[in-house]
């Protein structure tokens, strides 16, 4: 199982990013996909989720600003977040828990400044 996270830049506060995931080697429609991101020190959290059937679930801190949504016949995974601020700036890593562990894909950096 291999995951691809792209999409990460430099975006001026209220901006939007799109970021995308692409897995391999895994029927990708039966897992549920998520996102997460890490700041230095931090702990790597959860800031959405998707599952096989399409239900979504955030953290409280991007309610309202960023979607996830997933396109099974590309096999990607996407997090669209809206009206960014400074506190967003992190790694955003994607991961699925497939054949009993966890699969992460190299982070992709957001940066958030004006």
């Known amino acids: 199982v291999q995951l691809q996270a792209s999409g990460g830049g430099l975006v001026q506060p209220g901006g939007s990013l799109r970021l995308s995931c692409k897995a391999t080697?895994?029927?990708?429609?039966?897992?549920?996909m998520y996102w997460h991101r890490q700041t230095p020190g931090k702990e790597r959290d959860v800031v959405a989720t998707i599952t096989p059937g399409g239900s979504t679930n955030y953290a409280d801190s991007v309610q309202g600003r960023f979607t996830i949504s997933r396109d099974n016949g590309r096999r990607t995974v996407y997090l669209q977040m809206n009206d960014l601020n400074p506190e967003d700036t992190a790694q955003y890593y994607c991961?699925?828990?497939?054949?009993?562990?966890?699969?992460w894909g190299k982070g992709t950096l957001v940066t958030v400044s004006s």
């Open positions: 080697g895994l029927n990708f429609s039966l897992f549920a």
């Open positions: 991961r699925v828990s497939a054949y009993g562990r966890d699969f």
